[in-house]
């Protein structure tokens, strides 16, 4: 990550690498999709609740093609069926380590590199890669319906094009995320349990106090199964929370300042890509980005144990 900005919920990988082999071969993608109209929204923060050094001001209106979105994060047993036919190696496999969180561990002792600088919850861990989450003392069983995480942004940029598929835009994103309600803080609406109602939680993300203690009201210290809690009004399951999304754009703080008002497609250079959703690590008390307008980012070769992604299709829907 960058200096300009405070991505706290992701650390990066030091030095950039040769990118990873792209299959040439075109996938079986087994995630459900959904179609949407696009039309104008509003894309912005209009709540005041934002992180002001992500840019997720000025509000300004959007025009989107019609496209077709993932209705869930790409799973484990979908990265399978990719990695499988390939033979396709992640980032996070190739480097020979990726971040877990301090909670999430399951490695040899000697296998744990020491914690990230100014986050000290991360934990570099030898090992660790899609099909070892926790590091080499774990595996998949049961996470076929997780979303696959420990992927870089390159490796979901592999895996769209084996499936003949692409990374949403952020604006793409964050219409989706929406699912129609304009300018509510989260897909659902404003509040975050709507106590009324269900009293239940809506999303996956972190209760008690962070980094130590996980009360897991919503069910989850980790990862939860991509069909958890209820889908938004367009049908698009936990937009926000569960695990960070890899959008297509590089991240630019200033960019709604000067982005073009159709199709915008993220600033033309960049350090860093565009994340977005928040993640079970999300608490108000270090990282109030579960929200739809909320912005972070991370370099492109970075991996973690909460970031996954959802893909969108090349060619406009009918
Ligand atoms: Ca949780
Ligand atoms: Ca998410």
Not at 181 to 191: I, S
Request: net charge negative; proline share 8%; aromatic share 12%.
């Amino acid at each position: 990550m960058s200096d300009d900005h405070p991505s706290c919920c992701a650390p990066a990988r030091g030095e950039a690498a040769a990118p990873p082999p792209v299959p040439t071969t075109r996938g079986e993608h087994g995630v459900e999709q959904v179609v949407l109209s696009g039309g104008s929204f509003a894309m912005g923060n209009s709540n005041g609740d934002e992180n002001t050094a992500d840019g997720e001001t000025p509000v300004h209106q959007v025009e989107l093609a019609p496209f077709s979105i993932d209705a869930t994060s790409v799973t484990n047993a979908d990265f399978a069926r990719f990695a499988d036919s390939t033979g396709y190696r992640t980032e996070a496999e190739t480097f020979g380590y990726s971040a877990v969180f301090h909670l999430a561990l399951a490695a040899e002792p000697d296998a744990v590199m020491g914690p990230a600088s100014g986050t000290p919850w991360w934990v570099g861990v030898r090992g660790a890669d899609w099909r070892h989450p926790g590091g080499s003392r774990s595996d998949l069983d049961g996470l076929d319906d997780h979303p696959v995480v420990h992927v870089s942004w390159n490796d979901a940029v592999a895996y769209s094009k084996w499936a003949g598929r692409r990374l949403p835009t952020e604006a793409e994103w964050e219409y989706a995320a929406r699912g129609g309600l304009e300018g509510a803080r989260y897909p659902w609406g404003d509040e975050l349990i709507d106590d009324e109602l269900t009293g239940e939680w809506r999303c996956n993300i972190w209760q008690g106090e962070f980094p130590r203690t996980n009360t897991e009201e919503d069910g989850y210290l980790t990862t939860a199964p991509v069909h958890t809690f209820q889908p938004n009004g367009y049908g698009l399951w936990q937009m926000v929370g569960n695990v960070w999304e890899w959008c297509a754009d590089w991240f630019g703080p200033r960019y709604y300042k000067f982005s073009p008002a159709e199709n915008p497609p993220g600033p033309s250079l960049g350090a860093a890509r565009v994340i977005r959703g928040g993640s079970y690590l999300c608490h108000d008390s270090y990282c109030n980005r579960y929200r739809n307008a909320a912005r972070s980012s991370n370099t492109p070769e970075s991996s973690m144990g909460n970031a996954g992604f959802r893909t969108v299709g090349l060619t406009r829907p009918e």
